[in-house]
């Protein structure tokens, strides 16, 4: 893959590196998610947005919550080791190239662009005087909560056979042959043409005819079948639910009795500073009852304690904590606990029978 990069906007044309469990096992799995478009934005994907922004440098640590800036730091640490055990497996001659962070590369054959990955970090070595963009061998870590999986290392016998089956992958996923239908597993978990492939239609289809009356009802059995279509559907819904005020909003006459109603204002204190002025100083209230009515903000705290203090954002915490914890200014609340669903944790993946045995309960 060169290191040249062209114009990023172009990457989504292209099948991804992301998306090869899905290409390998389902041939029209890119046809289906280009026709269907991005997926809507959901807490997991944004949370994951916000730590590449941190790692990349696109954004300060300050802007997001603890957990976001403890999964970025977490994984700066894993990314450093894993580069320091690397570089010392290297020749001693060897010579190390530029550092890049969520840098996209384009695999390509006879000058066309079969697909495009993005790795969170990229460093290339050489024993060259000039670095080549030929790949001689690679190393390739997954670092992610969890993950014992080690290094994996590549010869260039491993590259060559690699290389054919993406073009292989890639070919078939751009221009599927005539008789290609899509196929349901695992994979279809990341896919987001999901909602437009007929095999997942029919089944939202038959789990629209349920009765709210049969849902209270349903065994256990049946309700582990059903659960990993509640994603899906609800996918449907929120894309469908955009699109339609778009059209409404655009073409109300195609859409009788819709209308778009205008959202309520929010009143908001700009200054707290001026409020006391107005409110205490110069008004009724007393120093501790506008202070009782006031919410502080630990994000706005830490950011303070940053600048004036030249803190890092980990020690502006630790000192909020050690500061304002032991007298229980300071405290915590733990959100719901959600669900979690990985069918890749599964022993042996046993497709879902069909949704008309949910009935059967």
């Known amino acids: 893959m060169p290191l040249k990069e062209p114009n990023n906007a172009s990457a989504s044309l292209f099948p991804r590196a992301s998306g090869f469990y899905a290409y390998a ?42 957990s976001v800036r403890e999964m970025a730091a977490t994984l700066e640490r894993s990314y450093t080791q894993s580069f320091h055990a690397w570089e010392k497996s290297l020749p001693e001659n060897a010579r190390l190239g530029e550092l890049y962070s969520e840098r996209r590369l384009y695999f390509k054959r006879a000058h066309f662009t079969l697909a495009s990955g993005q790795p969170d970090r990229f460093l290339a070595a050489s024993t060259h005087h000039v670095y080549r963009h030929k790949i001689d061998s690679l190393t390739a870590a997954i670092h992610k909560p969890g993950s014992t999986l080690p290094p994996a290392f590549f010869t260039k016998s491993d590259l060559v056979l690699a290389t054919k089956w993406v073009k292989e992958i890639t070919s078939d996923s751009i221009a599927p042959p005539p008789d290609s239908y899509p196929r349901k597993g695992p994979w279809c978990r990341y896919c987001s043409g999901k909602i437009l492939c007929p095999l997942w239609q029919a089944e939202l289809t038959q789990l629209s005819s349920f009765a709210l009356t049969q849902l209270d009802s349903l065994s256990d059995q049946a309700l582990a079948n059903l659960a990993p279509r509640l994603d899906l559907a609800a996918k449907i819904i929120s894309r469908l639910s955009e699109r339609l005020y778009d059209r409404v909003a655009h073409c109300p006459a195609s859409f009788p009795g819709w209308s778009i109603i205008q959202g309520s204002f929010r009143r908001k204190i700009s200054s707290p500073a001026q409020a006391y002025k107005h409110l205490v100083k110069n008004g009724p209230l007393d120093h501790d ?3 009782a009515a006031t919410r502080v903000s630990i994000s706005a705290l830490r950011s303070v304690l940053s600048s004036t203090l030249s803190l890092s954002p980990q020690a502006a915490d630790a000192l909020l904590e050690s500061s304002l914890s032991p007298d229980g200014t300071l405290t915590k609340t733990q959100s719901p606990p959600t669900l979690s669903y990985d069918p890749l944790t599964l022993q042996t993946f046993q497709p879902s029978p069909p949704l008309q045995e949910l009935s059967q309960t």
């Open 25 to 66: 096992n389902c041939v029209v799995s890119f046809r289906l998610s280009q026709a269907a478009g991005p997926e809507p934005s959901s807490t997991d994907s944004v949370f994951g947005t916000s730590v590449h922004a941190i790692l990349t440098g696109g954004a300060s640590p300050i802007d997001f919550d603890s």
């Open 289 to 291: 009852t506008f202070l």
